[in-house]
């Protein structure tokens, strides 16, 4: 949806390595005279363009417009955040009807304290795993209560389930979702933006450096791919290297190219069987059940420093260098 693979980014440069003078060093594949890759490849999507052609973006926090947890609300929430990641980190922990119910009620009480990330979270629960007709109908007026009152992750969520059906109407809430701050929409706009208009890279990049900003780590995987595009191939990488271990996913698939050039290598093999040290993340990241569910940044973990992904310069050069033959 936001962006060409990086595969295909990878392939739409190699022509272009093979007709530039070869790279040595890090820095040389850092600056290099022709940018790689091609932000033409992929056609437009003509909502996209006309809603941001001439938007004058402003880096604004998605806190500005969130609303605020009373004391009471963001402590009975906190108890279920808390209990949240102490079963997702155990194999199976949900499985318990024990621990279900647990879970259940923490939430119930969240709401009951009138915790709005409480009342999000049961929301979005229930329309990924509806009860009932009764319940989904419910969640959907509460969403669109949301929306109405201008909530960032709600006007987000609603804008990106239009993908596919109304690109007019969606661009034009991820638009709105973007001037209320909200990083996932900044995120989800610039990853479009990047592999399709070359000449909206400048709002592009604000967007990605503003959801960055508010330590919105997903950012990272689009500031890698604009890197690459504009031929800075070394940022790339490190970009991706960094993103990872501050809560970006999505920067491992680039990383696993690492593979290529480990011991054992051959088309045959998958990446990730060279590569353990992204597939613990990954494992980790997958792993983080609530998060992924409803974007609360409340229920993000951070990396455990033990699964820290460290770039090596030594397989980078020799990446590097293997791509541009």
């Known amino acids: 949806m936001k962006f060409a693979s990086f595969a295909a980014l990878v392939l739409s440069g190699l022509f272009i390595c093979g007709a530039a003078s070869a790279a040595k060093t890090l820095d040389d594949f850092n600056h290099r005279p022709t940018a790689y890759g091609n932000a033409g490849e992929l056609t437009p999507e003509p909502h996209l363009v006309a809603e941001f052609k001439d938007k004058k973006f402003v880096c604004r926090s998605e806190e500005a417009f969130t609303p605020q947890e009373s004391p009471a609300a963001a402590a009975a929430f906190r108890q279920l955040v808390d209990y949240a990641a102490r079963g997702d980190a155990v194999d199976n922990f949900w499985q ?29 629960w229930t329309l990924r795993y509806p009860a009932s007709p009764e319940a989904t109908k419910q969640a959907n007026a509460t969403l669109q209560k949301m929306i109405e009152q201008g909530v960032p992750i709600a006007a987000y969520a609603w804008a990106s389930s239009l993908y596919g059906r109304d690109y007019k109407t969606m661009y034009r809430l991820l638009s709105t979702a973007v001037d209320r701050g909200s990083p996932q929409a900044m995120e989800l706009v610039a990853g479009t933006l990047v592999p399709q208009v070359r000449e909206l890279h400048p709002i592009a990049r604000e967007m990605l450096e503003c959801a960055v900003k508010q330590g919105y780590a997903p950012a990272y995987a689009s500031l890698g791919r604009l890197a690459w595009i504009e031929g800075h191939r070394t940022d790339a990488y490190r970009l991706w290297a960094k993103g990872l271990n501050l809560g970006c996913d999505a920067c491992s698939e680039p990383l696993e190219s ?24 990954n494992a980790f990241y997958n792993s983080n059940f609530f998060y992924t569910l409803s974007g609360l940044r409340d229920f993000e973990r951070p990396l455990p ?12 050069l020799a990446l590097l260098k293997a791509e541009q033959g």
């Open 305 to 316: 420093e033990k699964l820290a992904f460290h770039l090596n310069d030594k397989e980078l």
């Open 258 to 281: 690492l593979a290529r050039v480990r011991s054992g290598y051959n088309t045959a093999t998958p990446m990730l069987d060279l590569m353990p040290e992204l597939a613990a993340i």
């Open 96 to 124: 318990d009807a024990g621990n279900k119910k647990q879970r259940e009620e923490l939430l119930a009480a969240a709401v009951k304290a009138g915790s709005w990330k409480a009342v999000w979270l049961d929301t979005v």
